[in-house]
């Protein structure tokens, strides 16, 4: 039974499972370092003194009640077999699949499945809830690529067109379109099985906006009923690209959620915090409070 920590008395730490466990001097066994297993190991410290723990003892002692991952379903560019390259996983493959970069045997699709509940069951054991990072918005490929999947199943539905029928990609990658019947559901089905196999406790919606406030409302209706618990969603609300200001559908945006229990980052409380945003438009560095605006401004800041 997980402790009812109110949301507002919630301390979230953000994490990526390579980097949680990579440093040699963390004391992880070697073959746990960057993977789901190394949220299972008790005892570890940084170079071996007991007063600087590492791993979930370390999160316990900082007082932290739930941990965001960042995305651990199946993405495109890191190879798991070699584990070539770096990358926070914001390119998506298949939704519903647990990468195997972070398993210690990617060549058994039941290794991957069974180590992501361990690594869930080892932090919801801590006290600590488990946020997934979801990126729902977009996919790494589309058309004929090899890493398409949506696009290859059935051509143009998937993926978000322009007038011409060019796939949008305002959102960096290639756009699927979520104001679609199924892909509204595959959102919907994907929150579900996560929440209700691996026990995922809350989800954080990578650019929320571009997803329908109506899509998002009946995720969130469908995750609870699937789970018998309030399966918590968050996202970012922003509003750009080829649907802002709601000219395909109703976005999920920052004002627009009233009523739907579906939460939304404040980029306000966040600049005023640490200081200007990099997609302001500024050509200096804005300070923030967090940053010196208070006690050594620049003439410069959010105050």
Known sequence: HMPDVPLAQTVVWETHVGDFSNDPAGGFPE???????????????????????????????????????????????VDEETCDRYNWGYDPVNYNVPEGSYSTNPFDGSVRIREVKQMVQALHNAGIKVIMDVV????????????????????????RL??????????????????????????????AL????????SFRFDLMGHQPREAMALLRARGNASTGRDVNLIGEGWNFGEVADNARFEQ??????????????????????HGGSPVDGSTYFQQGFGTGAYVTPNGRGYF
């Open 136 to 159: 729902y918005n977009h996919t790494t490929a589309s058309g004929q690529s090899p890493r398409s999947v949506l696009d290859r199943i059935v051509p143009g539905y998937y993926q």
């Open 252 to 273: 999920a945006t920052q004002g627009q959620l009233n009523g739907t229990g579906i939460g939304t980052f404040s980029d306000r409380l966040r600049d005023a915090m």
């Open 194 to 201: 996560w929440a209700r196999q691996y026990r995922i406790d």
């Open 31 to 77: 073959s746990h370092r960057g993977k789901y297993l190394a949220f299972t190991d008790d005892g570890t410290s940084l170079d071996g003194h007991p007063d600087f723990p590492t791993g979930i003892a370390y999160l316990k002692k900082l007082g932290v009640t739930a941990v965001q991952l960042m995305p651990i379903y199946d993405f495109g560019s």
């Open 162 to 191: 322009d007038a011409s029928g060019k796939v949008e990609t305002s959102t960096c990658c290639d756009n699927t379109a979520t104001e679609h019947r199924m892909m509204a559901r595959l959102m919907r089905d994907s929150v």
